[in-house]
């Protein structure tokens, strides 16, 4: 009986010690919540840097890593930092990855992190001899360069160049191809500027609505993760991309200079083709969110102030802000009223 006693002892603390060990070579894993818009957020400044440095267009390098890494949720990017997707070759005498691809147990390279993976990604554009041809291309002609890469071999799926020229346009990417500037010498064409000669002072309808100041103008330096200047009149609001109207302008002119297609910017801000614009009016570039960003999860209403007014001033969408504060269409907020913009009201209050 003792015997038994013992053997079932020693099984029992065999089976804590083997359940409380740590997992070896873990992997944290990615939020399935990760959206491109989160994706666009944390890597954009270092794909516009890198097609500053390279060349390589920044509408590009977003694309590819968003459709090689999904969203950087992929096994490849969450344990090799590779969201590129980039093999191992001859060349490569970094550390290695093995992973299963086109064929079981192939060799891709592996980065200390992400930076490092998109810093590689452009020289391995920049230095191969099968996508020289692509440095020919106008750096803002997208299309060509996704067409390319196909052409070119750089992914065996036939649909690929449709498949990121349908990420670079329904996300906008192009705007970061906007202000190119290569470091070595080329004899490309430079891109088609989009500053105006206008004042950028603040004007009385932009400080009311207490809405991000774009980050100020930094010189480009050395360091990796800089943050970059962005274009002069585009601020982001909610996350959302915008501009404020100056004089004289029309959803047409709008539409022209930041390549957006008019019934895009119609149906973003919740106009008709025939609505006028107002100078200082706020005018999303992107389709606007459902709801409000951390720390602004209420509004009080002020004496004429309509909700739609609201809406624009949050980036939230008409619809979605009428729906969290059980507002029917046509109904407008009264002086002093509390406006939700995160969480649905109550159905006390």
Not at 22 to 37: L, Y
Not at 208 to 235: H, Q, W
Not at 310 to 330: E, F, P, T, V
Request: hydrophobic letters at 35%.
């Amino acid at each position: 009986m003792a015997g038994r006693t013992i053997i079932l002892l020693q099984i029992s603390v065999t089976f804590l010690l083997f359940a409380c060990r740590p997992a070896r070579h873990a992997v944290t894993p990615v939020s399935v919540s990760v959206t491109a818009e989160d994706y666009i957020n944390k890597y954009k400044d270092l794909a516009v840097m890198e097609m500053k440095r390279t060349g390589v267009p920044a509408s590009i390098t977003l694309a590819q890593g968003m459709v090689e890494s999904n969203y950087g949720r992929s096994t490849l990017a969450r344990s090799a930092n590779n969201h590129f997707g980039i093999k191992c070759h001859s060349i490569w005498k970094g550390q290695r990855f093995i992973h299963h691809d086109d064929r079981r147990n192939e060799c891709f390279r592996k980065y200390a992190n992400v930076e490092d993976s998109f810093r590689d990604h452009s020289d391995f554009l920049r230095s191969g001899s099968r996508y020289s041809f692509l440095f020919d291309l106008n750096p803002s002609d997208y299309k060509g360069w996704a067409h390319g890469l196909k052409k070119a071999g750089y992914a065996t799926n036939p649909d690929y160049a449709n498949m990121l020229i349908r990420k670079i346009e329904e996300h906008n990417l192009y705007y970061y191809d906007r202000d190119y500037r290569a470091s070595s010498s080329t004899s490309r064409p430079a891109p088609i500027s989009t500053s105006t000669s206008s004042s950028n002072q603040t004007t009385k309808a932009e400080a009311d609505t207490n809405i991000k100041e774009p980050s100020p103008a930094i010189e480009e330096t050395s360091s990796f993760g800089a943050v970059l200047a962005r274009a002069s009149r585009i601020m982001t609001n909610n996350g959302v991309q915008y501009v404020i109207v100056k004089d004289g302008e029309k959803i047409d002119d709008i539409a022209r200079e930041f390549k957006v297609l008019k019934w895009e910017i119609v149906r973003y801000n919740e106009l008709t083709d025939k609505s006028d614009l107002i100078p200082g009016q706020i005018l999303y570039l992107q389709a606007k969110k459902d709801r409000s960003e951390t720390g602004a999860e209420f509004h009080i209403a002020r004496e004429g102030e309509t909700i739609y007014m609201i809406s624009q001033k949050y980036g939230i969408r008409l619809k979605s802000l009428l729906d969290l504060n059980r507002m029917q269409a046509g109904e407008e907020p009264s002086a002093g009223q509390k406006i939700w913009l995160k969480d649905l009201k109550p159905v006390d209050q």
